[in-house]
T-cell receptor
């Protein structure tokens, strides 16, 4: 167990809908990262927050947004969902801002129908 | 050309064999090289971490980096059925830079 908790584990929703994925980082970790994993694209970095502030942005669509709250948990909001958004979404956390030392959660499997 | 290329497999080898997993990359700025193991329905877990060129050994696992050829390898000795997983290579230019992942190689160790 990495100590990173993601909820829900599975989510099935219809096209056009909006969903929120939640991540609780390991105790003491200030950085949270969001990744999307699909069969054709592999693991893609979406966005990073450090102590409540956006730190880095990757291939995140404008329909997606994220935030990190004062208690350091993070939420990833996906709106106007399309079939192609079906993927595994992973959260990772680390003490500092270094991706290379991040621990991954077990992911949320999103299916858009 | 993709930044990181990795053969998706699947790769099936008998128990006890030496496994060789490889990745090539195009960005010469990469200096940090990682291997992650991902079991089915789980998140990736960091297996090996190497800075710059050279070899690093940890138990049955050896990571090699050849920056001149832009080629990295992970060797698994005395492979076990529990090693069956997807192995992702990953790399970054700086310690706090975003990580670029390969698509992963599915490995099956046959008992």
């Amino acid at each position: 167990d990495s100590g990173v908790t993601q909820t829900p584990k599975h989510l099935i929703t219809a096209t056009g809908q909006r969903v929120t994925l939640r991540c609780s980082p390991r105790s003491g970790d200030l950085s949270v990262y969001w990744y999307q994993q699909s069969l054709d694209q592999g693991l893609q970095f979406l966005i990073q927050y450090y102590n409540g502030e956006e730190r880095a942005k990757g291939n995140i669509l404008e329909r997606f947004s994220a935030q990190q709250f004062p208690d350091l948990h993070s939420e990833l909001n996906l709106s106007s969902l399309e079939l192609g958004d079906s993927a595994l979404y992973f959260c990772a956390s680390s003490v500092v801002t270094a991706d290379t030392e991040a621990f991954f959660g077990q992911g949320t499997r999103l299916t858009v129908v | 050309q993709k930044e990181v290329e990795q053969d998706p497999g699947p790769l099936s080898v008998p128990e006890g064999a030496i496994v060789s997993l490889n990745c090539t990359y195009s960005n010469s700025a990469f200096q940090y090289f990682m291997w992650y193991r991902q079991y089915s329905r789980k998140g990736p877990e960091l297996l090996m971490y190497t800075y710059s060129s050279g070899n690093k050994e940890d138990g049955r696992f050896t990571a090699q980096v050849d920056k001149s050829s832009k080629y990295i390898s992970l060797f698994i000795r005395d492979s076990q059925p529990s090693d069956s997983a997807t192995y992702l290579c990953a790399m970054s230019a700086r310690r706090d830079d975003k990580i670029i992942f390969g698509k992963g190689t599915r490995l099956h160790i046959l008992p």
